[in-house]
Antibody, heavy 118, light 110 residues
Framework: QVQLQESGPGLVKPSETLSLTCTVS????????WSWIRQPAGKGLEWIGR???????NYNPSLKSRVTMSVDTSNNQFSLKLTSVTAADTAVYYC????????????WGQGTLVTVSS | QSALTQPPSASGSPGQSVTISCTGT?????????VSWYQQHPGKAPKLIIY???KRPSGVPDRFSGSKSGNTASLTVSGLQAEDEADYYC??????????FGGGTKLTVL
């Protein structure tokens, strides 16, 4: 049974960089697509982007200029960096595994709240 | 890339059936058979209940079913139970290696 766990600072200052890591256990990070998805309080889900185990990545066009994702296969982890954050980036951030290249997320982390505030 | 359109709310009595729609365009829902649905209870992570339009992951009751016609996908919950009360989100492949979510529907069991 694959398990995912997000980790990282819960508070980030405006204009700084949000950095999160997702640790995968119970399975290999290889040969799968791994995504970051966020949810502001009381609002819907927003796909941020994904990284393949080879390191190739794709991002939501609305966030592309500020997002970088990477994978660390030796530690079974993948990461998210979101630059120049504002209060609008305050949300619960989930990491998730995709069933296939075209999406369908079958395993999710529990989510981690990141607040952007000075 | 715009969010898929879902009704904000839906409701039904125990034992009844309810259908939630998810409307996109020919560039996402209508163009690919990669629509998935998620159930989210308060404070919890979303749970996959339908993928590739109509397939159910192991362990998901067959009360949950999915379909698609043109640019609109639908989730039907039959034999409503109290525990079905939750938020439901659709998701579709949108081409160019991107995916898009719907705005979510709050299902109330009366």
């Amino acid at each position: 049974q694959v398990q995912l766990q997000e980790s990282g600072p819960g508070l980030v200052k405006p204009s700084e960089t949000l950095s999160l890591t997702c640790t995968v256990s119970g399975g290999s990070i290889g040969n799968s697509y791994w995504s970051w998805i966020r949810q502001p309080a009381g609002k819907g889900l927003e796909w941020i982007g994904r990284v393949y185990s080879s390191g190739s990545s794709n991002y939501n066009p609305s966030l592309k200029s500020r997002v970088t994702m990477s994978v660390d296969t030796s530690n079974n982890q993948f990461s998210l960096k979101l630059t120049s954050v504002t209060a609008a980036d305050t949300a619960v951030y989930y990491c998730a595994k995709a069933l296939a290249r075209q999406g369908g997320f079958d395993y999710w982390g529990q989510g981690t709240l990141v607040t952007v505030s000075s | 890339q715009s969010a898929l359109t879902q009704p904000p709310s839906a409701s039904g009595s125990p034992g009844q059936s309810v259908t939630i729609s998810c409307t996109g365009t020919s560039s996402d829902v209508g163009g690919y058979n990669y629509v998935s649905w998620y159930q989210q209870h308060p404070g919890k992570a979303p749970k996959l209940i339908i993928y590739e339009v109509s397939k159910r992951p192991s362990g998901v009751p067959d009360r949950f079913s999915g379909s698609k016609s043109g640019n609109t996908a639908s989730l039907t919950v039959s034999g409503l139970q109290a525990e079905d009360e939750a938020d439901y989100y659709c998701n579709s492949y949108a081409g160019s290696n991107t995916v898009v979510f719907g705005g979510g529907t709050k299902l109330t069991v009366l």
